[in-house]
């Protein structure tokens, strides 16, 4: 499938998967934005030590997830890491899926798992999967939109803060409640 997404002036894309809010801020902590599209093949029981298989990089999911876009919600949902809101029905683009919100834990993630060793902070993976995005600072807040796109379930997610200014939500908002998503045949 190919996702067609226009971003705001002075935003920043990675044309595969994401864009980040504008300088100097981009997707960081306070103030930051980023939007992202990914699949989930599972989550982390604890998404603070996702390489739970000792291979230096973010393994699959130990908490396996079925196909369904339910499947996900709940897994999502019955993870203590962080908190969740309730799914709610949401479409896009005529395709129809759950959103719901995550609120990440503040306070530092240098005891989480590293890939890189010299990185003084940890990541937060909550979902396994491509392209294998993880939060972008402690107190981070994922609103994720779970679309099932004929039978393949599709993520997008706006990564925000509490402090993040209200007119860079609501453009991020407006990427994703504007994307198309095309089909190509197989």
């Known amino acids: 499938m190919t996702i067609v997404a226009t971003g705001p002036a002075h935003w920043h894309g990675y044309p595969d998967w994401a864009m980040d809010g504008p300088e100097p801020v981009r997707a960081d902590a306070p103030r ?7 699949t989930a093949d599972g989550v982390y029981s604890d998404p603070c030590h996702w390489n739970w298989n000792d291979t230096g990089h973010a393994d699959i999911g130990d908490v396996k ?10 897994a999502l949902r019955a993870n203590t890491y962080y ?6 029905p949401v479409t896009i683009d005529g395709f129809s899926g759950q ?8 306070g530092s993630y240098a005891h989480c798992d590293k890939d890189d060793p010299s990185d003084p902070g940890g990541h937060v993976f909550p979902l396994s999967g491509g392209p294998g995005l ?6 981070n ?12 379930r599709l993520i997008a997610v706006i990564l925000s803060y509490a402090k993040t200014p209200q007119n860079n939500v609501d453009l991020a908002q407006n990427i994703i409640q504007t994307m198309r998503i095309e089909q190509g045949s197989a």
Do not use: C, F
């Open 32 to 38: 930051g934005i980023a939007v992202s599209l990914l």
């Open 65 to 74: 997830v079925g196909p369904s876009v339910d499947d996900l919600v709940a």
């Open 83 to 88: 908190t969740s809101t309730a799914a709610k």
């Open 99 to 106: 959103e719901l919100e995550l609120q990440m834990p503040g």
């Open 134 to 139: 993880y939060t972008q600072g402690p107190a």
């Open 141 to 152: 807040r994922w609103h994720l939109y779970i679309l099932d796109v004929n039978g393949t």
